[in-house]
């Protein structure tokens, strides 16, 4: 008789505890296949295809090639009777598994091997740009993610229609961060399109504090916030300075802060308009860089629900950084801008892998670059070993 994964996994005895705790999430998923028929188990399918991904591999057919030069590796921890299924078999099912409940096995996953509350909480949406398909009237995915950017890993993840939708997604992100309690006592970033009454009210009734970037969608708001920080006195102000190195670069940002809020107007421009409810600091950005051959200067204004601490702040402002850098790791390593995945839920649960293989191969401690870490996975079982952190 064939033992089940878990039979299996208690069987062992390596230490592989993470593995079988991500097997043990993948095994909730629902799998419509006669169980007499499976030749291939739906949590041992998941399982290849994360390895894969963090072992530098972008589609299906490298996937399948990846699985069968490293079965012995992969039946350390599951049993893959029948070996590694082709890649059209893989490619089938990918895009049949539900993308609400696959993703939310990876978020339990990553919940359970860092519980602790996060600090910093960046917000943003990407576009998949080549996964359109113009002939069937399907827009590109766009993906809305909640970063953790003190410990640069995806918490969450919505699928989104298109941009225009990601108002009216944030605050379904921000419920389920509440849900499973990763939102409270957090300091929660968001750029210019996320600068919205309902959402900065959600937030706050989550117990979470918020950092709102103003710039053309709150003009009015925009525009005094502006007007107060160049007339302000000094004795109303708090400043703090960085410098930073790097790249060829020398930047230089002068973060000022204040809690004089009360001069905000509570006019309403017209009836039923909705107004800002917690506002307590408000914040300039003032980003000098420095190349070799020329120099640029940005500005940049925030609202913030939290109490002055300008260090907090800055720290928010800096951070948020973080998703922005992520997606343009998705881009470099990951080829997400090139994947035509378009049929059924491939696109969105491929999604789902590259953001939290990232996570993990960014989350290793060893020197290298995000590049160099997955190739490395792809050459050395260690490396895939540590980088899934079982040492």
């Known amino acids: 008789m064939v033992k089940n994964v878990t039979e299996f996994l208690v ?34 399918v998941l ?34 009777h029948f070996g590694i299924p082709c890649d059209r078999w893989l490619r089938t099912l ?36 080549r996964t359109h398909d113009k002939g069937k009237g399907l827009k590109a995915l766009h993906t809305l993610s909640a970063y953790a950017t003190n410990a640069r890993l995806t918490l969450a993840q919505l699928s989104v229609p298109d941009k225009t939708n990601e ?17 409270k006592g957090a300091l929660v970033t968001i750029d210019a399109m996320g600068c919205q009454v309902a959402i900065a009210d959600k937030i706050v009734a989550h117990e979470a504090d918020f950092l709102l970037a103003l710039k053309g969608n709150q003009l009015t708001l925009e525009t005094e916030v502006d007007a107060y920080f ?28 204040s809690t004089v809020v009360d001069w905000i107007k509570s006019a309403k421009s017209y009836p039923g308009q909705p107004k800002f409810n917690h506002i307590k600091t408000l914040v300039k950005v003032v980003n000098r860089t420095e190349l070799k051959d020329r120099c640029t200067l940005d500005e940049r204004l925030y609202i913030s629900s939290a109490s002055l601490d300008i260090e907090r702040i800055a720290h928010g402002v800096r951070g948020h950084w973080g998703v922005e850098s992520m ?20 696109a969105k649960n491929m999604a789902v892998v590259r953001r939290f293989a990232l996570g ?32």
């Open 230 to 257: 160049r007339t302000a006195p000094d004795a109303e102000l708090v400043r703090k300075t960085t410098l930073e190195k790097g790249h060829g670069r020398i930047e230089t940002r002068i973060y000022t802060a």
């Open 327 to 346: 997606h343009w790791l998705l881009d470099v390593a990951f080829k997400d801008d090139l994947s035509r995945y378009r049929s059924g839920h491939g």
């Open 360 to 391: 993990l191969v960014r989350a290793d401690k060893a020197k290298g670059s995000v590049k160099t870490k997955r190739k490395s996975a792809s050459w050395s079982m260690d490396a895939l070993t540590r980088i899934l952190q079982l040492k």
């Open 47 to 80: 399982l290849l295809v994360t390895c894969a991904t963090i072992a530098s591999c972008d589609d299906f057919d490298e996937i399948e090639a990846w699985g069968t030069h490293h079965l012995e590796f992969l039946r350390q921890f599951a049993p893959f």
């Open 167 to 183: 108002i009216t997604a944030i605050p379904d992100l921000l419920d389920h961060l509440a849900g499973t309690g990763q939102l």
């Open 94 to 129: 990918i895009n049949r598994v539900d993308p609400i409940l696959f993703g939310r096995c990876f978020e339990d996953w990553i919940k359970a091997l860092w519980p602790d509350r996060h600090e910093l909480i960046a917000i943003d949406g990407k576009t998949s740009r």
């Open 11 to 44: 069987d062992a005895e390596m230490p592989r505890a993470r593995v079988a705790l991500l097997l043990e999430h993948f095994s909730r998923l629902e799998d419509d296949r006669e169980p007499q028929r499976v030749m291939y188990p739906l949590s041992e």
